[in-house]
């Protein structure tokens, strides 16, 4: 019990060194990875089941050659890649606002440092390192949060287009 007070006080810490804007920066990195994590239970669970029906259902068909055999392959194929991309561009998204909500802790930080040096003069070092650390640790968690999303969102859109060329194949014109 002691060591989760010890974290948590830690993380505190932390976030008042970083300033506002790493509230923010954090916030935004939850919701990014709880959309990644849905995804990937969506992949392993629902998609699976989709997927099953969506074969079954084209399996079942007595006609796959006709016209609308054709387009309700293709639909079916559409509602397929949709599911698998439903909050992919979000996803996107956050991972490029990360490191933008970085430059403006930074930008904030440095503001920081300048109004002190104007209050204080530059004697005063103590001042300046609490506004310099306001600048670089948002910089570093925009940045650790854009490179941990990125390579989750190109996992998930590598995993999203080999299973949609995958179902294309599968669903077969006799």
């Given amino acids: 019990m002691a060591t989760l007070l010890d974290a948590y006080e830690a993380i505190l810490i932390f976030l008042e ?16 990875w709880t959309l990644i994590l849905e995804r990937v239970w969506f992949f392993q669970t629902q998609y699976r089941a989709n997927r099953r029906r969506t074969l079954a259902h084209w399996q079942g068909r007595a006609d796959r050659k ?16 949709q599911s698998l991309t439903a909050t992919l561009p979000l996803i996107q998204a956050l991972v490029a606002i ?33 506004g310099v650390s306001k ?7 925009g940045m650790v949060g854009a490179l941990s999303g990125l390579f989750a969102i ?12 995958l179902i294309e194949d ?5």
């Fill in 66 to 81: 006709s016209w609308c055999a054709l387009r309700i392959r293709q639909a079916l194929i559409s509602r397929c890649k």
């Fill in 135 to 141: 600048a670089t640790i948002p910089t570093m968690a």
């Fill in 170 to 174: 599968r669903l077969t014109i006799d």
């Fill in 154 to 165: 190109t996992y998930l859109k590598r995993f999203a287009q080999r299973e949609s060329e």
């Fill in 17 to 32: 060194t970083g300033g506002d804007v790493l509230t923010i920066i954090g916030v935004t990195i939850l919701v990014m």
């Fill in 98 to 130: 990360c490191p933008l909500l970085g430059l403006l802790g930074t930008v904030t930080g440095m503001i920081e440092v300048f109004s002190s040096i104007s209050l204080v003069g530059t004697g005063n070092a103590r001042v300046m390192a609490s």
